[in-house]
T-cell receptor, first 111, second 117 residues
Framework: KNQVEQSPQSLIILEGKNCTLQCNYTVSPFSNLRWYKQDTGRGPVSLTI?????NTKSNGRYTATLDADTKQSSLHITASQLSDSASYICVAVYGNNRLAFGKGNQVVVIP | DAGVIQSPRHEVTEMGQEVTLRCKPISGHDYLFWYRQTMMRGLELLIY????????DSGMPEDRFSAKMPNASFSTLKIQPSEPRDSAVYFCASSLRGPISGANVLTFGAGSRLTVL
């Protein structure tokens, strides 16, 4: 079954601290792995896109990693800010433009 | 560019009524996707178009749902008759090429929140 599992489901972190979100996927044939940020009441916004040959990609304070062998990805947030409070969705692209979405990691940053 | 534009942003209707959601993709984008998001199931693909032609509608729940793309700048998702279980946020997204093109960004609209009473 083509699916994406994310953990933890939710977490609370202090402003200025780092955190890491996990994503495991089982899709075939795999094409690329994406992370999106979704603010409450808004549509998802793309953070990173990685193909199977890429191990890491950064976008400002966001760094995504990909291990295509173990089918795992992570999103690291450095020096968190209040504006990082959002849901982070992992998406695995496979087959003929098919997307498997995780249910998201809900991050709350508190001052 | 104004991005992907969806309307209405919010819709409250009664069971049995017809609902039409609208989407204007980013100019020049050849792919258009309709997704539904609920707390229980997350984001799910309903249908996608390539050059105005429906390519994959396997996610459309049942015959009550239909989608059209009469031209490159407009698409509609229609639910008739609507039911309470259709309550969700419906997103439209567009991209220049298909998502399997690794560097290709899929841009989402702000969504249409539908509540069926």
């Amino acid at each position: 079954k083509n699916q994406v599992e994310q953990s933890p489901q939710s977490l609370i972190i202090l402003e200025g601290k780092n955190c890491t979100l996990q994503c495991n996927y089982t899709v075939s044939p795999f094409s690329n792995l994406r992370w999106y940020k979704q603010d409450t009441g808004r549509g998802p916004v793309s953070l990173t896109i990685m193909t199977f040959s890429e191990n890491t990609k950064s976008n400002g304070r966001y760094t995504a990693t990909l291990d295509a062998d173990t089918k795992q990805s992570s999103l690291h947030i450095t020096a968190s800010q209040l504006s990082d409070s959002a849901s982070y969705i992992c998406v695995a692209v496979y087959g003929n433009n098919r997307l498997a979405f995780g249910k998201g990691n809900q991050v709350v940053v508190i001052p | 560019d104004a991005g992907v534009i969806q309307s209405p942003r919010h819709e409250v209707t009664e069971m049995g009524q017809e609902v039409t959601l609208r989407c204007k993709p980013i100019s020049g984008h050849d792919y258009l996707f309709w997704y539904r998001q609920t707390m229980m199931r997350g984001l799910e693909l309903l249908i996608y178009f390539n050059n105005n032609v429906p390519i994959d509608d396997s996610g459309m729940p049942e015959d009550r749902f239909s989608a059209k793309m009469p031209n490159a700048s407009f698409s509609t998702l229609k639910i008739q008759p609507s039911e309470p279980r259709d309550s969700a946020v419906y997103f439209c997204a567009s991209s220049l090429r298909g998502p399997i093109s690794g560097a290709n960004v899929l841009t989402f609209g702000a969504g249409s929140r539908l509540t069926v009473l």
